[in-house]
């Protein structure tokens, strides 16, 4: 069952501007982050922070699940249950876990390489199972810890330290692949749109089932250097601003002005039966014979 | 076939309170192919797994019973189906022969149950297992609404077992 | 399932039912030949229990959900062979290193690559020792019998959650399919190892501080210990560390966690060995056509014995050091071209002769090989077809 693409709804309002209070969230003497000058991971983190405040979840209850790269190195900084893992093997990982203990809200830091490429394959069976929790591909297009090899994502003609010439393949779009995997909420966001991204990653946690955040985020260090971007601000605003548009404004534009350019907002969000509830149902219906 | 192995076995174990090894081998998947139960039967401990001089050998088709048949140990026995062997093999054993697959398909209706009819038929000549333990074997491992079925199958096979002499 | 009961049970199903009575409740597996019984047992059986049975789309993901689900708390165990043991060894890997107990069972089949399915062998004893990369600890069973793959993988779950490591369980296909009759214990009949926990505020809980000791407790995620686990090289407290002092110490300490209680991992069954002159080192399969050559070689008056380890890692250096300083010659048979002999001959270091017999044609070693072997019919065991074999049975392990 799906429902129409439906642009991100404002949170409650706020009363007044209050400083948001990270300190609770992050892990004492775990910071500075590794993450380069520019880099867009420590606005996803906050966004993701707030929006975890916005739920109300306590942090007992939280698990953080990456692989290997960049943005998987989140969960070290975060004081929830967290668990760094192999490259592209974070949602096996967390599968176990939430199988283990359902009343955990179990959320993945993943990347482009980590989520579309090596870890593919646990990404289009996460979201065939429907499992209730939250994954966020901090989408930068290139292997930052590595150094900056294409991925999945960079897009055809692009420069990489694996694609000197121009990058001939094809793109993976997140989105799409979710959606046809069976996740039943699929979204995205940018880091560049920061207030947006919050609010669909609040959106993604409250869904009950798979939901998968693509998050477009900039890699200045090496996607910007090899592709001829001067500063993080430029990258952000070509690639992230200008390179977006809300499914709201989507609606106003013309087909040929929307040509190459990335859907923000809730993208699709659908109600099949969640993993852990079916299971405990089969659980019960078992054991009732 | 294998399932006819583990109901000996299983009555030689569990019922007659002897040593019993069941195993099997495959061909290179684990579906279709030849396949061939093997069944040890001791009162001592046994320690390697595989029959390597046959007592006794049941063929139910003439592609099982060209393969193995060179197993069989001097004086044991060869049980074919009549209508399944044609070639029938020579050497210093027994050989016993019954259209076993027909009488399951015409007397009982169900073709599967030719391997129960060669378990009475194997019991009957051999006495390896008795007669309660193989009953109890098989009933302990068919269906409730197929304990009928098997049991007349069985039953079968030790009468017509108890009337059978040796073709050569 | 009544206990106490004789039934008569295939070594896959035994290895469910040791599983679950160790208190294993979670298997994440997929589907290969010969283990898959293993997968389908819990399958029919976990639910029942309320255990979770979940079927990944790889041997990578089994053995990752697995250790995923130990760190929320549970039992945890996945059952492969071969090309999906390939497939788990990152992650066997990545279970030493965050030290998360778990199960993981190998029925060996004929290989390299896809092999012979549904032939047995003995060919990833080396594997299961060196499959992963980097140094690390192994603690690997080789039961040999049904009865005893129920209790070896009670052990292995006793092992695992003692050490704070995965175990792993090797048996061949043909101990894999075998039925035999078996008992399964009632409760209580057997020690069941559970998780030590840790006592501390969570404020105070550090996952890799060992005080002293080897092994720190396990807290489980969700219980209100927020911890962190990495496969990175790792302070005490969990987090990733680049301080070469604190990884040199940390490699040592998952090295000698298994080291330093090896007397305690270590089991061996031992077969007329007092006073043997020709000593037999063998394991699953090939240890029970050992068996049966003991015996038939004492009734011509030769004076054979059979070491039979039951933990093959860690290798049983003290066991074979005291036999090899016994006997004349060791003899090793192994459904491989060489493998374990190599270590019996490490260890005997010149003190006797050791000689491997071979055998990868997926029939089991005969009896009368070993026999043939000892007696020195012809010095050559008649069955191995190939070449290679030959020249390697041939072949005089030790110059003296």
């Not at chain 1, 870890?119 to 209730?132: E, P, Q, Y």
């Not at chain 1, 955040?213 to 260090?221: F, G, L």
């Not at chain 3, 990545?94 to 993981?104: I, L």
Request: proline content about 6%; overall charge neutral; glycine content about 8%.
């Amino acid at each position: 069952m799906s429902t129409p693409a439906e642009d991100v709804k404002p949170l409650a309002k706020k009363k007044k501007k209050v400083p948001f209070n990270y300190s609770p969230y992050v892990r004492g003497g775990k910071l500075p982050h590794i993450w380069c000058p520019g880099c867009g991971h420590g606005i996803v983190l906050k966004c993701l922070l707030r929006a975890l405040h916005t739920t109300e979840i306590s942090k007992d209850d939280i698990a953080m699940v990456s692989g290997i790269g960049c943005s998987s190195r989140t969960p070290g900084y975060v004081d929830f249950n967290t668990l760094h893992t192999l490259h592209g093997r974070a949602l096996a990982y967390a599968t176990g876990l939430k199988m283990a203990k359902p009343k955990l809200k179990v959320i993945v830091t993943t990347g482009d390489g980590d989520a579309l490429a090596i870890g593919g394959n646990h990404f289009i069976h996460a979201c065939r199972r429907n499992l209730d929790m939250t994954i966020l591909v901090y989408n930068n297009s290139i292997y930052g810890m590595t150094s900056g090899q294409s991925s999945p994502t960079t897009p055809q003609g692009k420069i990489s330290t694996t694609g000197r010439y121009g990058n001939i393949e094809p793109t993976f779009d997140t989105c799409s692949l979710a959606q046809a995997a069976g996740a039943t909420f699929v979204a995205r966001g940018t880091a560049y749109h920061f207030q947006e991204l919050e609010k669909v990653i609040f959106e993604a946690m409250m869904h009950k089932g798979t939901s998968v955040v693509d998050v477009i985020d900039a890699c200045p260090t090496y996607y910007g250097r090899f592709n001829k971007y001067k500063t993080p601000t430029e990258m952000m605003e070509k690639i992230e601003k200008e390179g977006t548009v809300s499914v709201k404004q989507a609606d106003k534009l013309l087909p040929e002005e929307l040509q190459g350019k990335l859907l923000r907002g809730v993208l699709y969000k659908s109600d099949r039966p969640e993993y852990c509830e079916e299971y405990n149902k089969l659980v019960i219906a078992v054991q009732a014979k | 076939m294998i399932t006819a192995g583990i109901i000996i076995a299983e009555a030689a174990a569990i019922y007659d309170g002897k040593k019993a090894v069941q195993s099997q081998s495959y061909g290179p998947e684990s579906r279709g192919g030849a396949s061939k139960a093997e069944v040890i039967i001791s009162d001592e401990d046994i320690d390697y797994p595989k029959a390597t001089a046959i007592d006794a050998m049941l063929a139910l088709t003439q592609e099982a019973c060209t393969k193995y048949y060179k197993d069989i140990k001097s004086g044991g026995l060869l049980l074919i189906d009549s209508d399944e062997v044609k070639k029938v093999p020579t050497g210093d054993f027994k050989i016993c022969s019954f259209p076993i697959i027909s009488t399951a398909r015409d007397v009982l209706g169900k073709e599967i149950v030719a391997n129960i009819i060669s378990l009475g038929l194997i019991t009957e000549i051999t006495r390896i297992v008795s007669h309660e333990a193989i009953e109890k074997a098989v009933l302990s491992r068919v269906p409730a609404a197929f304990l009928e079925l098997n049991k007349k199958a069985l039953h079968i096979g030790f009468e017509k077992g108890a009337a059978l002499s040796p073709i050569s | 399932m009544a206990n106490n009961k004789k039934r008569f049970m295939q070594g896959n199903e035994a290895c469910t039912e040791g599983a679950l009575y160790a208190g294993c409740r979670f298997y994440a597996g997929y589907p290969i030949t010969p283990s898959t019984e293993v997968m389908e047992i819990c399958a029919a059986r976990l639910p029942k229990m309320g255990g979770v049975f979940i079927q990944m789309e790889d041997e990578i993901a089994s053995i990752c959900a697995i250790a995923g689900a130990a760190l929320g708390g549970l039992k945890s165990m996945t059952a492969t062979s071969g090309p999906g043991f390939s497939l788990m060894q990152e992650g066997l890997g990545f279970a030493c290193m965050a030290e998360v107990p778990c199960v993981v069972v190998n029925v060996m089949r004929s290989g390299p690559s896809t092999g012979f399915p549904t032939g047995p062998s003995q060919s990833d004893v080396m594997q299961a020792k060196w499959g992963t990369h980097g140094d690390h600890p192994a603690i690997v069973l080789t039961p040999a019998s049904v009865e005893e793959i129920f209790h070896e993988t009670v052990r292995a779950f006793n092992l695992s959650e003692l050490y704070r490591t995965p175990v792993i369980i090797l048996y061949d296909e043909i101990i894999g399919h075998m039925r035999e009759a078996i008992t399964i214990p009632g409760p209580g009949e057997v020690e069941i190892v559970e998780r030590r926990v840790p006592s501390c505020a969570p404020s105070e809980y550090k996952p890799y501080d060992v005080q002293g000791g080897e092994i720190a407790p396990l807290a489980s995620y969700g219980e209100g210990y927020r911890f962190h686990v990495t496969g990175l090289y790792h302070a005490a407290d969990g987090f990733p560390t680049n301080n070469t002092k604190l990884i040199e110490e940390a490699c040592h300490r998952l090295l000698r966690k298994i080291d330093d209680n090896k007397e305690r991992i270590w089991k061996n069954e031992e077969y007329y060995l007092e006073d043997a002159e020709i000593g037999i080192f063998a394991y699953g399969v090939s240890a029970r056509s050992a068996k049966f050559a003991v015996r038939e070689l004492r009734k011509k008056g030769i004076k054979a014995g059979l070491l039979r380890p039951l933990t093959i890692w860690p290798f049983p250096d003290r066991a074979v050091e005291e036999m090899a300083g016994r006997v004349k010659a060791i003899v090793v048979p192994e459904m491989n071209m060489g493998q374990i002999v190599y270590e019996v001959e490490r260890v005997a270091h010149g003190k006797c002769e050791v000689k491997g017999i071979f055998r990868v044609d997926t029939e089991p070693i005969r009896p009368a090989q070993i026999m043939d072997c000892i007696t020195g019919n012809g010095s050559k065991p008649p069955a191995p077809n190939s070449k290679m074999a030959e020249m390697m049975v041939e072949r005089d392990m030790l110059d003296g």
